[in-house]
């Protein structure tokens, strides 16, 4: 399957977000929504569509994902 490229983005993290290198950072690019991690910026990225993104967002508010 082919995955969208996210380069050449804005990467962002939560401005609630701790001044510290561990954070999920996002960016946005014509149709698609990058997910990665700040402390390997080169690394994996993961690639959705705005309406998964929305329901991942919403599934972490929700506690789908708590330990």
């Known amino acids: 399957m082919f995955a969208p490229s996210v380069t050449h983005v804005h990467w962002r993290k939560s ?3 701790a001044q510290n290198d561990q954070c999920v950072e996002v960016a946005a690019r014509r ?3 990058g997910l990665r991690d700040s402390k ?12 998964a993104f929305r329901r991942f967002v919403a599934d972490v508010r929700d506690g789908a994902y708590d330990l």
């Open 40 to 51: 390997d910026p080169t690394g994996h990225k993961v690639v959705l569509r705005p309406s």
């Open 15 to 17: 401005s609630r977000s």
């Open 31 to 33: 149709g698609i929504v």
